[in-house]
């Protein structure tokens, strides 16, 4: 009952931005736009959160669209190492219950 | 300071044993989760505790699966008769509560079942 929709795999090269496109049509006001990613073998990895303010940090920068139905994560430099697969999920703010579901992600490859 | 760590990273079992597999969130974290994820698939859901409160355990597959929170700290998460389609890497997460945040994931326990 994931409440994101992401492509199954996208491809990017080396040096150039990655694009990650995020659709969340149903998301609630006080729902965040989480990013992880999760690199082969290894535990997810926390990116990057934002409400409605596009965001950014050491890693990426997260574009979400005015109507908040979707979101654009955006690796600007893309290296090998970027390769992954990227989840995006939505989660209410403050307080209460959490409980997170994972979809199936992008498989982000970075290509030489 | 110290991740989320978890063990045994690897384990191997016959099928039909009973296994446990260890999570030691970080220090201060209330929230706990577990989650399984099978080759190539994404994670699914086991298990969250919160604090004091009752655990939600909607995402256990079956009554073969249990899980402790002890203490609010370390959670143990048990496979009784363990099965084929048990094979899976098994993912402990841990979070502050309290306004947004983020889930810091240990490094798994892959378990092979024989």
């Known amino acids: 009952d994931a409440k994101t929709t992401q492509p199954p795999s996208m491809d990017c090269a080396e040096g150039r931005a990655a694009n990650l496109p995020c659709n969340h049509s149903?998301?609630?006001?006080?729902?965040?736009v989480y990013w992880y990613r999760q690199i082969h073998s290894q535990g997810p990895q926390y990116i990057i959160h934002g409400l409605k303010n596009n965001e950014t940090n050491e890693m990426a920068s997260l574009i979400i669209t005015e109507d908040r139905k979707s979101s654009t994560l955006i690796l600007p430099h893309a290296t090998l190492r970027d390769t992954a697969v990227y989840y995006c999920?939505?989660?209410?703010?403050?307080?209460?219950?959490?409980?997170?579901?994972f979809g199936i992600g992008t498989k982000l490859q970075v290509i030489p | 300071g110290a991740g989320v760590s978890q063990s045994p990273s690897n384990k191997v079992t016959e099928k039909g044993k009973d296994v446990e597999l260890r999570c030691d969130p970080i220090?201060?974290?209330?929230?706990l989760y577990w989650y399984r994820q099978s080759l190539g698939q994404g994670l699914e859901f086991l298990i969250y505790?919160?604090?004091?409160?009752?655990?939600?355990k909607s995402g256990l597959p079956s009554d073969r699966f249990s899980a402790e929170r002890t203490g609010g700290s370390v959670s143990t998460l048990t496979i009784q008769r363990t099965q084929q389609e048990d094979s899976a890497v098994y993912l402990c997460a841990s979070a502050k509560t309290g306004g947004p945040y983020e889930q810091y994931f240990g490094p798994g326990t892959r378990l092979t079942v024989t």
């Open positions: 220090s201060g974290h209330t929230a």
């Open positions: 149903t998301i609630s006001g006080n729902e965040y």
């Open positions: 999920i939505v989660r209410p703010d403050s307080g209460g219950y959490q409980k997170v579901t």
């Open positions: 505790f919160q604090g004091n409160s009752a655990p939600d």
